[in-house]
């Protein structure tokens, strides 16, 4: 009795939990990248930091101010870059690997059988 319960949630809710818990740690994953934040910011300057308005000092002050500012999007562009297509990358990986433990679910439950059937067959690693 204990063996078909333990089947029957195997291949009923136990399978349904699994695939939820696999699709929220993909939505952990998201939400730690944060990869609408991260496009929606992709020219803004890199932690906030950029150099104050300038009112005097000429066009001197003006052009080191503009090419200050430049500078602060351009590495705040490199940066959100790099880590929305790091993000991207381990993403895409989690949600293969995800699946193909959600493919493979069912079969968990033969595989004592089928490793003692090997052995007895004479099938070595």
Known sequence: MLAVDFLQWWYSRGW???SKMLLDKLRGMTDFFSITLLIRTL???FRQISS????????AAYIANFF?????RVIGMIVRLMILIFGMITIVIEAVLSLALVIVWP????MP???????IMGVTL
């Open 43 to 45: 020219f803004a300057p």
């Open 107 to 110: 079969t968990i439950p033969l």
């Open 68 to 72: 200050d500012k430049l500078l602060s």
């Open 113 to 119: 059988v089928a490793c003692v059937v090997l052995c």
């Open 52 to 59: 104050q308005d300038v009112t005097e000092g000429g066009p």
């Open 16 to 18: 349904g939990r699994f």
